[in-house]
């Protein structure tokens, strides 16, 4: 079975480099710009890993993460989030809200490639 990792971004060069990026290692990403396509996703099938982008269209993502983890197949999802912005808050929020990791855009491809092998071999 192949791992499936959920990537929630607005922003179709990130969505773009963390699919390029993370193909080496022989996941499916499934990239959406936005919460409400992020919820059908999870609906749909369960997700090994996400992403998710503080800045959406149509929510917040710390409200997203949320919502994710309250649908039964992710109450156990681990979910990174990740920003471009600057506030010494954001870190502190997303662990609040259930988040197992923080990045800050732009990050490093080698950084995303550990992140998700360490997740994906327990």
């Given at each position: 079975?192949?791992?499936?990792?959920?990537?929630?971004?607005?922003?179709?060069?990130?969505?773009?480099?963390?699919?390029?990026?993370?193909k080496?290692?022989q996941?499916?990403?499934?990239a959406?710009?936005?919460?409400?396509?992020?919820?059908?996703?999870?609906?749909?099938?369960?997700?090994?890993?996400a992403f998710?982008d503080?800045?959406?269209?149509?929510?917040?993502?710390f409200a997203?993460?949320r919502?994710l983890?309250?649908?039964?197949?992710m109450?156990?999802?681990?979910i990174?989030?990740?920003?471009?912005?600057?506030?010494?808050?954001?870190?502190?929020?997303?662990?609040?809200?259930?988040?197992?990791?923080?990045?800050y855009?732009?990050?490093?491809?080698?950084?995303?490639?550990?992140?998700?092998?360490?997740?994906?071999?327990?």
């Amino acid at each position: 079975m192949t791992a499936k990792i959920l990537v929630v971004d607005d922003e179709a060069v990130t969505r773009r480099l963390v699919t390029f990026t993370l193909k080496a290692l022989q996941v499916e990403v499934e990239a959406v710009e936005n919460g409400e396509l992020a919820l059908q996703a999870a609906a749909k099938e369960p997700f090994l890993l996400a992403f998710v982008d503080i800045n959406l269209p149509d929510v917040e993502g710390f409200a997203l993460v949320r919502q994710l983890h309250a649908m039964p197949n992710m109450a156990n999802l681990p979910i990174f989030m990740f920003t471009a912005r600057n506030n010494a808050d954001d870190h502190a929020h997303a662990l609040e809200v259930g988040a197992v990791g923080f990045l800050y855009k732009p990050f490093s491809t080698q950084e995303l490639r550990g992140l998700v092998t360490k997740y994906l071999n327990g």
